[in-house]
């Protein structure tokens, strides 16, 4: 975007997205800037960022700026910063969000490379937001950083233990990272979005079966929307949270409250029927 565009408010506030290309970190660039912060939208190609490019004459929506980086890669923290600094001159809010999931079977050749990665995309680059986005908050101020954990991260699932322990330290790296900044008028605190309707759940979309079956375990009875977890996001880095910190929000359709002793053999069909 070639011009630089006042938020409405008249008041400059200044977000990163990471995994914005796609589902819950796109939904949450977008609410972002559609309530006047000026984001740098980071994910891994040009391509999943091309979406930005429209919105370039969307009223009522401050600048966003695309940024393609492997957030693996501490360089591409420091740079995301430079960005928003650069172009902006402060940073007030950090969605660390981009992740992956899958992974190998304990014994599969390549195992430990793949769950190397996994950490890597899912845990390490959550390091790198924090180390390289403090410094910037403290010099505005004081910020806000909102991790994208899981419901998966607060237990097993057969077959899933990389993705399960990646996001298991999701969840405890960020209650000790609120320990660290809190003097500092860094809030840290994290979402566990449930199964959600996304770009990495579509093949899971697709499967009726393992659907229903997941589904059955979710009380509200449907998936979540990415915006939902956008508005959490939102919430969590807003002043509306100005005490909240440390924590893990589930947003999840109330997955995280079931005990999972037993799950329901079929839905009633009216519950199946309304997302709203
Ligand atoms: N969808 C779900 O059901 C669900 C549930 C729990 C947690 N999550 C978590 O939510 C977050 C967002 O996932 P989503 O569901 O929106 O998936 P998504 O695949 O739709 O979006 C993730 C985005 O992250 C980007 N990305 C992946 N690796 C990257 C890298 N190394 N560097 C930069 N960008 C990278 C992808 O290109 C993609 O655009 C992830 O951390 C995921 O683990 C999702």
Redesign the pocket.
């Known amino acids: 975007m070639a011009e630089q565009r006042v938020a409405s408010s008249g008041l400059t506030r200044v977000a990163i997205v990471?995994?914005a290309?796609?589902?819950?970190?796109r939904a949450t660039a977008e609410l972002f800037a559609a309530r006047g912060h000026f984001v740098v939208a980071?994910?891994?190609t040009d391509d999943?960022l091309a979406w930005v490019a429209d919105m370039a004459d969307v009223a009522d929506v401050a600048d966003i700026v695309p940024f393609a980086?492997?957030?693996?890669d501490d360089v591409t923290a420091a740079t995301m910063v430079s960005i928003a600094i650069d172009r902006w001159g402060r940073l007030d809010a950090a969605v660390l969000?981009?992740?992956?999931?899958g992974g190998p079977g304990f014994e599969e050749p390549g195992a430990l490379e793949r769950f190397d990665r996994m950490i890597a995309?899912?845990v390490r680059s959550i390091v790198s937001g924090i180390r390289h986005c403090a410094p910037a908050m403290r010099r505005s101020g004081g910020g806000a950083i909102v991790a994208?954990a899981?419901?998966?991260g607060l237990g097993g699932d057969r077959g899933n233990w990389a993705y399960n322990a990646s996001?298991a330290a999701v969840i405890n790296l960020v209650r000790a990272a609120a320990m660290d900044y809190g003097s500092q008028g860094i809030r840290i605190n994290a979402v566990a979005?449930?199964?959600?309707e996304?770009?990495?759940?579509v093949g899971l979309q697709r499967m009726p079966a393992l659907h229903a079956a997941m589904l059955r375990r979710v009380p509200l009875q449907r998936w979540g929307q990415?915006s939902e977890l956008a508005e959490a996001i939102w919430f969590l880095a807003s002043p509306a949270a100005s005490f909240i910190h440390g924590v893990l929000l589930p947003v999840d359709g109330g997955l995280s409250a079931n005990a999972g002793h037993y799950d329901p053999p079929e839905l009633p069909a009216a519950n199946l029927a309304d997302p709203g």
Do not use: E, F, H, Y
Not at 21 to 25: E, F, K, M, Q, Y
């Open positions: 990471t995994g290309g796609s589902g819950i970190g980071v994910d891994l999943a980086g492997d957030v693996a969000n981009a992740g992956i999931v995309v899912n994208t899981s419901t998966s996001k979005p449930g199964p959600t996304t770009g990495m759940t990415p």
